[in-house]
């Protein structure tokens, strides 16, 4: 009669590779195509760089955010950016509150609707060489999206800018 304490390690050990995989697999799905760029653990809880309304077909709002060194460079008004920063871009769906407005009387108030994605900028000069040392990833529902022409699309818009703006878009609101 084999130990019973024997069998659980090895059945144990038999489902590691299983488990590994797994982990390998949920790994790349956190991370965006072609910069592996991660949703930043904590990221709500960062300090506010700017907010941005997009009209049209976007209709939404978005609150911007930045990790402490990219505050700092904001704040200190730093060009080209250090490595180390980080900015997510929030983004909502833009919607009237008919509650609010029945109390103000009037149309006037517009809000937070559902969520749309999370956008990340992330400075790294030796991760990123190709792309002005920005990687980029969007999030949906806390996962990256995998479409790599989406991701392609981050530095050719952000590389448009004047080079002394160093592919941000975002002014900080003091
Ligand atoms: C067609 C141009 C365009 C494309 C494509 C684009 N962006 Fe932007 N991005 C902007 C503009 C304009 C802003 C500032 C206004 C706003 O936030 O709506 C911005 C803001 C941002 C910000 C806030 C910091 C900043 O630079 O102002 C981040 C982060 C960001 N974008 C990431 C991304 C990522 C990641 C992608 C690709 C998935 C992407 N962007 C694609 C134009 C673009």
Redesign the pocket.
Request: hydrophobic share 35%; aromatic share 8%.
């Given at each position: 009669m084999p130990c019973p304490g024997r069998l659980i390690f090895l059945a144990s050990v038999a489902a590691l590779p299983i488990s590994i995989a797994a982990a390998a697999h949920r790994d790349a799905a956190d991370r965006s195509p072609i910069y592996g760029v991660r949703l930043p653990p904590g990221y709500r809880d960062w300090k506010v760089?700017g907010v941005?309304h997009?009209k049209g077909d976007l209709n939404s709002i978005?609150v911007?955010l930045g990790n402490r060194t990219a505050i700092q460079a904001f704040r200190r008004g730093q060009r080209p950016f250090p490595d180390g920063t980080v900015?997510?871009?929030v983004a909502w769906k833009y919607v009237a509150s008919p509650r609010n407005n029945a109390i103000f009387g009037q149309e006037q108030s517009f809000v937070t609707g559902d969520p749309t994605n999370v956008?990340?900028?992330a400075k790294d000069t030796v991760k990123y060489p190709g792309t002005g040392g920005w990687g980029?990833?969007?999030f949906i529902a806390g996962k990256a999206?995998p479409d790599v022409d989406?991701?392609r699309?981050?530095y050719?818009?952000?590389n448009?800018l004047p080079s002394s703006e160093d592919?941000?878009?975002?002014a900080y609101a003091p």
């Open positions: 760089i941005a997009e978005r911007i900015i997510a871009r956008q990340v900028s980029y990833g969007q999206n989406t991701l699309t981050c050719a818009c952000h448009r592919r941000v878009f975002t």
